[in-house]
């Protein structure tokens, strides 16, 4: 594997050093967005609400020679993740999960803070708590909780995309068990959200059908490959496959965590989590090899344009099929 590291020791001194990797996004294979939190030592951070964490958006120009970084920070962001929008212009994006539905943006020459309110203006007690950003079909979505789905269609302009869920009574959301963790298709016309304990649903372009799901363990990822199979990871690491009413289960995890990713990259299902990086190779669910070498990167995970991203709290590493390179390392 190359051992290079290629974002240079005064990019990193300036941008990464002190800070901790949360979440990437790529928006093209030269350009890779990040979230960053400042990296506050055990016994302080327990003080702060996670809002008062200083975070960034953090990007990666690979195709700089030497590559270069650059970020922007935004306040009183909650649980922030990263995501990109290619539609109508492409734009990295960082989601909060408050009350507005924060979200910060830059890219193609504009930068803003916008807020997902299902009126397009601020009412605290109606926003959206964003779980996870996706960009499908080169729009963003953000994912919440309570079956929250908004699509971004417009600079500043986040429209529902809710038709044919249920309202949830209280009881329902006192419990907690409905909230989406994950969204994915190829286009509008076939995506598939989950999340919760079993809940999964399939929207067909129209309205959201929910699908007849096997067990109800908690999910958090979902990939539809381009063959139509729609994968499911949820508790413990177990691994799902199928569409609409129909699902098995063809692996069982044994890890006490859920993973945070799963992407299609090279013809197979790549998972990642805190603790690991697995790839379904369609018989089992193994740990990636390359050159007789096992890939042991975990965190979070990203793929598009020919390139995987893996970044974990202070390293970032991408694979582009045929080497793996370290794009972020400590000089120290």
Not at 133 to 141: E, F, S
Request: glycine share 12%.
């Amino acid at each position: 594997m190359n051992s290079k590291i290629y974002l240079p020791e005064n990019e990193w001194a300036e941008s990464v050093k002190g800070w901790i990797i949360t979440d990437c996004a790529i928006l093209e294979k030269d350009k890779i967005a990040f979230v960053v939190r400042q990296d506050i030592a055990n016994g302080e951070i327990e003080k702060l609400w996670d809002s008062e964490i200083p975070s960034r958006l953090l990007t990666i120009f690979i195709d700089d020679n030497p590559v270069k970084s650059g970020d922007i920070e935004y306040g009183g962001m909650s649980f922030p993740r990263a995501g990109v929008s290619r539609k109508p212009i492409g734009q990295r994006l960082m989601s909060s999960r408050s009350r507005t539905g924060a979200i910060g943006a830059i890219g193609s020459g504009s930068k803003g803070f916008e807020e997902i309110t299902p009126i397009g203006k601020t009412e605290p007690s109606k926003g959206i708590a964003t779980q996870k950003l996706k960009c499908i079909d080169g729009w963003a979505y953000a994912v919440g909780s309570f079956r929250d789905i908004y699509k971004r269609v417009e600079i500043g302009k986040w429209e529902p995309v809710m038709n044919g869920f249920p309202q949830l009574t209280s009881e329902q959301i006192r419990n907690g068990f409905f909230g989406f963790e994950d969204l994915d298709g190829p286009n509008e016309s076939n995506m598939y959200a989950v999340g919760g304990h079993g809940d999964v649903w399939r929207y067909d372009g129209t309205r959201w059908h929910q699908c007849d799901f096997p067990s109800n363990e908690q999910l958090n990822t979902v990939t539809v490959a381009p063959t139509g199979e729609v994968y499911i990871s949820g508790e413990g690491g177990n691994l799902w496959v199928g569409e609409k009413n129909s699902w098995k289960k063809i692996a069982k995890g044994f890890s006490s965590v859920l993973f945070n990713d799963s992407v299609w990259f090279n013809n197979q299902l790549w998972l990642c989590s805190g603790y690991q990086l697995k790839v379904w190779d369609g018989k089992e669910l193994k740990t990636p090899q390359h050159n007789g070498e096992l890939i042991t990167y975990n965190g979070h995970m990203d793929a598009y344009d020919g390139l995987l991203v893996v970044a974990s709290n202070y390293e970032v590493h991408a694979f582009d099929g045929n080497e793996w390179q370290c794009l972020v390392a400590p000089y120290e």
